[in-house]
C-alpha cells in the first residue's frame, strides 16, 4: 500500500474503487463528476448523502460507526466524464479541520483491499477539502493526492466546480410578516437535491457585483478561482501578503498525445512598462535573489505543477512594478496540443493555494501571457487572470507584447 504525498498520483490496479475518508470527528464525503473543462455536466454530478447514485458513481454511508466512501466505477462512467473529485467536510456546521486530520484511503471496491492513503498536511481555517481525484491520464485511470482546502466550505467547492447552491431566503422584517399575503407565486421548476448541510456562500459586498470575468476581490475569504481578465488583491485582513509566494504553472498533453516540452518564465517590468530582466530555465535567478526559477520540464508529465516560480514580494527591488508570467513552446508545438495548462499562487510558506486560473480555452499560438503581477501604489499586489496567446516559442518574443499588456 502507497502512503501519497499531496500532488503525488498512482496508476488504478483495480476498475472499481472506493476511497473513504476517517477523521476522528463524522465527515460528510462527496464526489463530483467532471469533464474536460473541470466542471459538472449538471447538478446530478454532485454525489452525496442526499442524491447518492450517478453513473458510475455511488455514495456510501458508514451510518456514524464507520467512514462515508464515494465507490467509482470506472468502467461505468459516462463518455466526456474525465475526472471524479473526492470531498470531505466536517458535519458539524462551522466546524474547521483545525486539530482534525482526515485520512483518505483508496480501495478495491471488490475486495476491499487498500491501495493507497493519504493525509493531507497542514490544516487550519479550512471547512472543507477536495482531498483525492480519480483521473483519467492517456487511457488509463490514475489517483492523484489533493489535499486542497477552502474556507467556505462545500459550497465553496461545488460553486468552483459548476454545481447550483441555492441561498435561503433571509426572513422578513416584523412589519412585512403583518402584511396581507401577496397573490401566490407560480410553481418554481424543479432544481437538483441540494445538501442542506452545505451553507450557501456569503452574500455580496453592498457595491454592485462586477461583470462577469472582471472586477476585483481579496483573499478574505480563503482560495480565490479566477476568470479571465479577473483581479484579486493579494491582501487579507486589510493588511498586504507581503512574503514569499509561489507561481505554479502546469499542463498536460493534449488526450492520446505525445509529451510536450513547455517552458514557464516570468518577466519583471519597471514604472514606465521598461523590461529589467527575465527568470527561465536558462536564467534561474534574477532581480538579487528575489524571483527564482525551478528548472526546466521537459514532458508535461507528472503530477503537480510542472515548474514553479518562487517570488520574494517584499524583496524585489522597488523599481519593479509589474511580473508577467508566460508559457512558451521552444519546440514550436501549439497550444491546441496542451490540455488542462494552469497558474496557480501559493504561500511559499506554507504551500496553501491561494489563488488559480484554469486555461479555458486554446489558440494555435506557441506562447500565452498567463497572469500578471502589479504593485499598487499603496504597496499591495494584485494578480490578474490574462490568458492571452502570443506568436512566440521564446520568453524573448514575450517581452514587448507583455509590456504593452500591463
Same mark, same amino acid.
Not at 482560495?223 to 487579507?236: E, F, Y
Not at 520540464?297 to 520574494?312: K, Q
Not at 524583496?315 to 519593479?320: F, H, K, Q, T
Given at each position: 500500500?502507497?502512503?501519497?504525498?499531496?500532488?503525488?498520483?498512482?496508476?488504478?490496479?483495480?476498475?472499481?474503487?472506493a476511497?473513504?475518508?476517517?477523521?476522528?470527528?463524522?465527515?460528510?464525503?462527496?464526489?463530483?463528476?467532471?469533464?474536460?473543462?473541470?466542471?459538472?455536466?449538471?447538478?446530478?454530478?454532485?454525489?452525496?448523502?442526499?442524491?447518492?447514485?450517478?453513473?458510475?458513481?455511488?455514495?456510501?454511508s458508514?451510518?456514524?460507526t464507520?467512514?462515508?466512501?464515494?465507490?467509482?466505477?470506472t468502467?461505468?462512467?459516462?463518455?466526456?466524464?474525465?475526472?471524479?473529485?473526492?470531498?470531505?467536510?466536517?458535519?458539524?456546521?462551522?466546524?474547521?479541520?483545525?486539530?482534525?486530520?482526515?485520512?483518505?484511503?483508496?480501495?478495491?471496491?471488490d475486495?476491499?483491499?487498500?491501495l493507497?492513503?493519504?493525509?493531507?498536511?497542514?490544516?487550519?481555517?479550512?471547512?472543507?477539502?477536495?482531498?483525492?481525484?480519480?483521473?483519467?491520464?492517456?487511457?488509463?485511470?490514475?489517483a492523484?493526492?489533493?489535499?486542497?482546502?477552502?474556507a467556505?466550505?462545500?459550497?465553496?467547492?461545488?460553486?468552483?466546480?459548476?454545481?447550483? @447552491?441555492?441561498?435561503?431566503?433571509a426572513? %422578513?422584517?416584523? &412589519? /412585512?410578516?403583518? +402584511?396581507? !399575503? =401577496? *397573490?401566490?407565486?407560480?410553481?418554481?421548476?424543479?432544481?437538483?437535491? @441540494?445538501d442542506?448541510?452545505?451553507?450557501? %456562500?456569503?452574500? &455580496? /459586498?453592498?457595491? +454592485?457585483? !462586477? =461583470? *462577469?470575468?472582471?472586477?476585483?476581490?481579496?483573499?478574505?475569504?480563503?482560495?480565490?478561482?479566477?476568470?479571465k481578465?479577473?483581479?484579486?488583491?493579494?491582501?487579507?485582513?486589510?493588511?498586504?501578503?507581503?512574503?514569499?509566494?509561489?507561481?505554479?504553472?502546469?499542463w498536460?498533453?493534449?488526450?492520446r498525445?505525445?509529451?510536450?516540452?513547455?517552458?514557464?518564465?516570468?518577466?519583471?517590468?519597471?514604472?514606465?512598462?521598461n523590461?529589467?530582466?527575465?527568470?527561465?530555465?536558462?536564467?534561474?535567478?534574477?532581480?538579487?535573489?528575489?524571483?527564482?526559477?525551478?528548472?526546466?520540464?521537459?514532458?508535461?508529465?507528472?503530477?503537480?505543477?510542472?515548474?514553479?516560480?518562487?517570488?520574494?514580494?517584499?524583496?524585489?527591488?522597488?523599481?519593479?512594478?509589474?511580473?508577467v508570467?508566460?508559457?512558451?513552446?521552444?519546440?514550436?508545438?501549439?497550444?491546441?496540443?496542451?490540455?488542462?495548462?494552469?497558474?496557480?499562487l501559493?504561500?511559499?510558506?506554507t504551500?496553501?493555494?491561494?489563488?488559480?486560473?484554469?486555461?479555458?480555452?486554446?489558440?494555435?499560438?506557441t506562447?500565452?501571457?498567463?497572469?500578471?503581477?502589479?504593485?499598487?501604489?499603496?504597496?499591495?499586489w494584485?494578480?490578474?487572470?490574462?490568458?492571452?496567446?502570443?506568436?512566440?516559442?521564446?520568453?524573448r518574443g514575450m517581452?514587448?507584447?507583455?509590456?504593452?499588456?500591463?
Amino acid at each position: 500500500m502507497t502512503a501519497m504525498t499531496p500532488g503525488s498520483n498512482i496508476p488504478l490496479t483495480a476498475m472499481r474503487v472506493a476511497v473513504d475518508v476517517a477523521a476522528p470527528v463524522r465527515l460528510d464525503v462527496s464526489g463530483l463528476l467532471l469533464g474536460a473543462n473541470g466542471k459538472v455536466r449538471s447538478d446530478d454530478d454532485f454525489i452525496f448523502y442526499n442524491q447518492p447514485a450517478g453513473p458510475g458513481v455511488t455514495y456510501r454511508s458508514g451510518g456514524g460507526t464507520a467512514p462515508d466512501a464515494i465507490l467509482v466505477d470506472t468502467g461505468a462512467l459516462p463518455a466526456g466524464v474525465e475526472r471524479i473529485v473526492v470531498t470531505a467536510s466536517p458535519d458539524a456546521a462551522g466546524q474547521t479541520f483545525q486539530g482534525i486530520e482526515p485520512t483518505a484511503t483508496i480501495r478495491n471496491a471488490d475486495d476491499g483491499s487498500p491501495l493507497a492513503t493519504f493525509t493531507p498536511p497542514s490544516l487550519t481555517t479550512e471547512t472543507a477539502l477536495v482531498v483525492v481525484e480519480i483521473y483519467l491520464r492517456n487511457g488509463a485511470w490514475k489517483a492523484r493526492a489533493v489535499g486542497q482546502g477552502y474556507a467556505n466550505g462545500l459550497a465553496g467547492i461545488a460553486t468552483d466546480f459548476g454545481v447550483s @447552491v441555492d441561498e435561503e431566503p433571509a426572513a %422578513p422584517p416584523a &412589519a /412585512a410578516q403583518a +402584511a396581507p !399575503p =401577496a *397573490p401566490p407565486a407560480p410553481p418554481a421548476p424543479p432544481v437538483a437535491p @441540494v445538501d442542506p448541510r452545505v451553507a450557501p %456562500p456569503a452574500p &455580496a /459586498a453592498p457595491p +454592485a457585483a !462586477p =461583470a *462577469p470575468g472582471t472586477g476585483k476581490i481579496n483573499l478574505d475569504k480563503g482560495r480565490v478561482s479566477l476568470q479571465k481578465n479577473q483581479t484579486v488583491s493579494l491582501v487579507k485582513g486589510g493588511r498586504p501578503l507581503l512574503s514569499q509566494v509561489k507561481m505554479g504553472l502546469g499542463w498536460e498533453p493534449a488526450y492520446r498525445g505525445k509529451d510536450i516540452d513547455l517552458d514557464a518564465s516570468v518577466i519583471a517590468y519597471g514604472p514606465q512598462r521598461n523590461h529589467l530582466d527575465s527568470c527561465y530555465f536558462g536564467k534561474l535567478t534574477i532581480l538579487n535573489g528575489s524571483v527564482k526559477h525551478s528548472g526546466d520540464n521537459l514532458t508535461g508529465e507528472g503530477a503537480g505543477d510542472d515548474e514553479v516560480i518562487t517570488v520574494d514580494l517584499g524583496r524585489l527591488p522597488a523599481e519593479v512594478s509589474g511580473l508577467v508570467f508566460t508559457v512558451n513552446s521552444f519546440s514550436g508545438q501549439k497550444f491546441t496540443e496542451v490540455a488542462k495548462a494552469y497558474c496557480r499562487l501559493l504561500d511559499a510558506a506554507t504551500g496553501e493555494e491561494l489563488v488559480r486560473f484554469d486555461l479555458t480555452t486554446a489558440e494555435p499560438q506557441t506562447g500565452v501571457m498567463m497572469a500578471k503581477l502589479i504593485r499598487q501604489f499603496s504597496g499591495e499586489w494584485e494578480m490578474t487572470a490574462m490568458g492571452e496567446f502570443v506568436k512566440s516559442r521564446t520568453v524573448r518574443g514575450m517581452v514587448k507584447p507583455a509590456a504593452q499588456a500591463l
